[in-house]
């Protein structure tokens, strides 16, 4: 979709850096990867997983590069784990030159930004449905320009909220220097 040849791409919160290889998959071209994870376990599963690609401990809300160092900022699935979103949202934006993908989001099209409370690989974690205009107004504020949206998985907590949700993945081109 961003129709980059040879693309520097990063990934926040990479996990096992499962998605390295489907980057190499899909894009048939030599991509440029790098992988981070605030977990140092995850990143020891990357690394052994694909010793080839790079892989780095840290913070999404804090990252390690200069501002533009990647074509692009792909963010899957883990800005619904991260507290300071707005700060992430941000730090993505920084580091891309070009464009961020936050994918498979989960958001609310008529509710606000809601916080909950769950257990994942056996602890506590928080999850964030984000209120789709708070969303995209930070991430214009970011100086990111929303180019395309796609939906995803179903992903419904009306259960739980008793509003509906849904999942997106989003495209945004980055406005320049800020």
């Not at 694909?50 to 074509?71: C, H, I, M, Q, R």
Request: net charge negative; charged share 20%; aromatic share 12%.
């Amino acid at each position: 979709a961003t129709g980059i040849p040879n693309p520097r791409v990063l990934e926040v919160g990479c996990g096992s850096g499962y998605y390295s290889e489907v980057f190499g998959t899909l894009l048939k071209e030599n991509v440029r990867y790098t992988g981070i994870d605030y977990s140092d376990v995850m990143i020891a599963r990357a690394r052994a997983h694909y010793p080839s690609a790079v892989f780095e401990v840290a913070d999404a809300t804090k990252l390690p590069y200069d501002e533009g160092t990647f074509d692009i900022v792909f963010n899957g699935v883990s800005l619904m784990h991260i507290v300071d979103y707005p700060a992430a949202i941000r730090e993505a934006a920084r580091a891309a030159s070009g464009f961020c993908v936050f994918h498979t989001v989960p958001v609310f099209a008529d509710h606000p930004t809601t916080y909950l409370r769950k257990y994942a690989y056996g602890a506590p974690v928080v999850e964030v449905v984000f209120g789709k205009q708070e969303l995209m107004a930070l991430c214009a504020h970011a100086g990111l320009h929303l180019e395309r949206e796609w939906p995803c998985i179903p992903y419904d907590v009306h259960g739980v909220t008793g509003h509906h949700s849904s999942t997106e993945t989003y495209l945004f081109s980055v406005a320049g220097p800020r």
